[in-house]
């Protein structure tokens, strides 16, 4: 049974950092697509990042977010800095697409990113 997990999301001012985690079991995603996701309440869910051989962003968080991956630890992360009251929203891990906008075969649970102005 595959699995994503999130971690790292809470409260933040404005201007600070978050660093999240997504780690995958179950299967590894080496040869696909791993991406985060976010939905703000009373929108609809919308691409933040995806990475593979290479990054992809959306230009709201382009310069201010990273992506990574550790494929030995099967785990994808996104470091968020510049952190805007706008970027609240629940952030979704999601692995297995052949492209970086999807479709995704496996989400995680998702995890709050609250930033306070």
């Known amino acids: 049974q595959v699995q994503l997990v999130e971690s790292g999301g809470g409260l933040v001012q404005a201007g600070g950092s978050l660093r999240l985690s997504c780690a995958a079991s179950?299967?590894?995603?080496?040869?696909?697509?791993m991406g985060w996701f976010r939905q703000a309440p009373g929108k609809e869910r919308e691409f933040v990042a995806a990475?593979?051989?290479?990054?992809y962003y959306a230009d709201s968080v382009k310069g201010r977010f990273d992506i990574s991956r550790d494929n030995a630890k099967n785990t994808v992360y996104l470091q968020m800095n510049s952190l805007k009251p706008e970027d609240t929203a629940v952030y979704y891990c999601?692995?297995?697409?052949?492209?970086?906008?999807?479709?995704?075969?496996?989400w995680g649970q998702g995890t709050q990113v609250t930033v306070s102005s």
């Open positions: 999601a692995a297995g697409a052949r492209a970086p906008t999807g479709p995704y075969a496996y």
């Open positions: 179950g299967r590894t995603f080496n040869s696909y697509h």
């Open positions: 990475i593979y051989w290479t990054t």
